[in-house]
């Protein structure tokens, strides 16, 4: 389909946009790999001269060009080379993106100069540099890789300035769409979950690789769309979507670990909670609330207990792997400060503020709290026997999960310890009693809540050092074969 088509990306040294340049480079297609990476960076593999090569070996032409999109004149330096190299442009691919997952005051405004410069500015003039040979081509495509223009303030309130370079692309799409409908084809691609790349090591840390999808994804979702002829313009496509439209049904295929669950993009309301909070924006989340579900409360204790827990799995060796103070600020029953000092000898954890300033401090609701120090399954506190699947139980039923990101169904065996009141009926007299006598102790550790998911679905604010925070979700995993 795109053999001999030239197809201009930005950002195409390493990422999504390779990926993309790759499977372009199967059907024979010209690669122009507009990025500025011409040497390798120690935790960014890749430059346009290795991505160059990788190219050509897969069936493509390829043609390395020095950009950085901030640049106004070296976007047309590049334009120019392929035209002249090449005959014209076919495609551009608007890849190149900066972020920051910063709020207002956390981010310097050299920082939101690189978001807007790179994101919206860059797209923009790269658009307006190719828009001349687009016009001529027969397949003419414009593509940006940013998201469905989604105004719940969710998606601003915790990174307000990214959110704004990232809309200001997507922007570009719904103005541009219009501006030359019947010549060129104008759309956004948007990954449906996160995907895997040397950029989201560094944002995730260690281990957020099995949470993820291979760039193949979006590479396969972009192929899809160059087949569109000029009239399908102005769409924010879903990878997910588009693929299921093509007829693909397997969708583990794409997964770097298959079965796992996905840690969900930014900026889709794809969960019950997000509609929720939306809805709260205007006054009308109480209400809702009430009608979809009863209140609930963390157990009372819980906290205390998980920072007993917490503080004797304590070591010298995590200590020195870890190197920071974190501060809880909790809302709700049994909150208030808590820290956890994994900075000094022996490491220590408990109520009020640290002895040293916190490195990190994180807000969030107490119920949260215990969700993300909690293992996968059982419940800390209770006696083995009481959490074996042979626990006396006369009716097994489905709870129905919370609206939250990543929840999953369970059975009463393993039920939260809040529904342990109005189950007791249910129990053995024996059972009840155990229920009864642990349920102020108990933690809850049926589903855990990743300080990732826990971020991005807006449920922790963090505040100060971001790597050291990112640290937070390794050290959740060591800790959660001891809780």
Known sequence: KLAGCTVFITGASRGIGKAIALKAAKDGANIVIAAKTTQAHPKLPGTIYTAAEEIEAAGGKALPCIVDVRDEQQISNAVEKAVEKFGGIDVLVNNASAISLTNTLETPTKRVDLMMNVNTRGTYLTSKACIPHLKKSKIAHILNLSPP????????????????????????????????????????????????????????????????????????????????????????????????????????????KPGHPLLPDFFLDEYPDTVTKKMESHGAGTKLKEEQQPPSKPPSGAVKETFRIVKASLSDDLVKATQAVYQFELSGEDGGTWFLDLKNKGGNAGYGEPSDQADVVMNMSTDDFVKMFSGPLGIVGLPASAQSPAWPVRKVAREEPEPELGAMPLQLTRAPLRLLPPLLPLLSSTAAEVGEACATAAVLASRKLKPTLAFMSGKLKIKGNMALAIKLEKLMSQMQAKL
């Not at 969710?154 to 219009?178: D, N, P, R």
């Not at 990954?191 to 560094?202: F, G, N």
């Not at 999808?213 to 160059?226: E, H, P, Q």
Request: net charge negative; glycine share 8%.
């Open 149 to 256: 223009l989604n105004l719940n303030p969710l998606w601003f309130k915790q990174h307000c300035a990214y959110t704004i370079a990232k809309y200001g692309m997507s922007m570009c799409v719904l103005g541009m769409a219009e501006e030359f409908k019947g010549e060129i084809a104008v759309n956004a691609l948007w990954p449906k979950t996160a995907i895997h790349t040397a950029a989201m090591d560094m944002l995730g840390g260690s281990g957020i690789e099995s949470q993820c999808r291979k760039v193949d994804i979006i590479a396969d979702a972009a192929y899809s769309i160059f087949k569109k002829p000029k009239s399908f313009t102005g769409n924010f496509i879903i990878d997910e979507n588009i693929l299921k439209e093509e007829g693909i049904k397997d969708f583990d295929v794409y997964a770097i």
